[in-house]
């Protein structure tokens, strides 16, 4: 397991999870460039295995450990796509999972833990809960805590999406991932400023979840507060790790309305024909926000999932 991730690292988990992941499509709707004034290019985690780009660390972290490091399984917290990617990851392994979720979860992502055998702890909706059951969980199983975006094989995982858009699309002049915990635009950041490529990279996060946002400004690590944003996914706040490499490597943070973010989830669905969660529809968000910044450019948007809870 590598002490810290780095460009290297991302061509190293490329290659050990290619058995294991989909490369996804990087589609254009005409529509929508005509809408923006930009030339989207929308990079589909939306259709990657357990629905999301989290699969991609997951596996990358799972098929990092030794025989002896798996031995007992693997264990975190999470209240969606990374639990749902860690559970999947270690049945390919053989090995178990144990996953700390919040009571609230949403429960199109309960229920994919379990399809993919993996074995749920409820615990109260807050940081400390999460930290204290999952301490816990360890203590009885011995199982390796895989952190959902703190840890250096997820984000190198991550970034193997950009890498294959670039692959895709070497033209690309801009790249906008959405920013939660930082795991994906850290591994983006990585890869990109790696290939030393003139592209700008913007993080997108809601304005009622804007922690990053405001950690870049002070430079000082800001806490996520309580939100409704209806991007939750976003809702967690960086770690030192991510927002060490975002203050070193981003070219800036958009923030985005609600109003945006909806309206971004219905021209993905409309134009597009994909299902994209609110998380996955922020970067589009923040083309339709400031409009003027990717007037022209070739842009690449991470639609980082569509695990979303439809009705009825």
């Known amino acids: 397991m590598i002490n810290e991730p780095d460009f290297y690292g991302i061509l190293q988990a490329a290659d050990r999870i290619a058995p294991y992941i989909v490369k996804t499509p990087l589609v254009q709707s005409a529509s929508i460039n005509q809408l923006t004034g930009a030339r989207c290019f929308f990079k589909c985690e939306n259709l990657q295995k357990a629905g999301a780009f989290k699969m991609r660390g997951a596996a990358n972290a799972v098929f990092s450990l030794t025989t002896e490091q798996a031995a007992n399984g693997v264990a975190t917290h999470s209240s969606g796509n990374h639990a749902a990617a860690l559970a999947l990851a270690a049945r390919w392994r053989g090995i178990p999972a144990f996953i ?3 009571e609230t979860a949403p ?31 360890q203590e009885e199983t011995g199982a390796c805590f895989i952190h959902p975006y703190d840890h250096p094989e997820v984000i190198c995982g991550q970034g193997t999406a950009a890498l294959e858009m670039l692959e895709t699309m070497p033209e690309l002049e801009t790249i906008i991932a959405p920013v939660g915990g930082g795991g994906l635009i850290s591994g983006t950041l990585l890869l990109v400023r790696g290939t030393v490529r003139p592209l ?15 950690s870049l400004q002070t430079g000082i690590l800001q806490p996520a507060v309580a939100t409704a944003t209806i991007a939750d ?8 790790r991510t927002f060490g490499i975002i203050s070193e490597h981003i070219d800036d943070i958009l923030v ?11 021209l993905i669905w409309e134009r597009l024909k994909l299902v994209a969660e609110p998380s996955g529809a922020v970067p589009l968000a923040a083309v339709l926000q400031y409009p003027e910044k990717f007037a022209g450019k070739k842009t690449g948007l991470i639609i980082s999932g569509g695990n979303v809870q439809l009705p009825g």
Request: with cysteine; hydrophobic share 45%.
């Open 100 to 102: 700390v979720m919040p």
């Open 107 to 137: 429960l199109i992502k309960q229920q994919a833990v379990k399809a993919f055998g993996g074995h749920i702890t409820f615990c109260q909706p807050t940081l400390e809960a999460r930290e204290a059951t999952l301490k816990r969980v």
């Open 200 to 214: 700008q990279v913007f993080g997108a996060e809601p304005a009622l979840a804007d922690d990053a946002k405001r």
């Open 233 to 240: 996914g976003l809702r967690t706040a960086l770690s030192p």
């Open 256 to 266: 985005v309305t609600e109003e945006n973010i909806s309206r971004a989830m219905r």
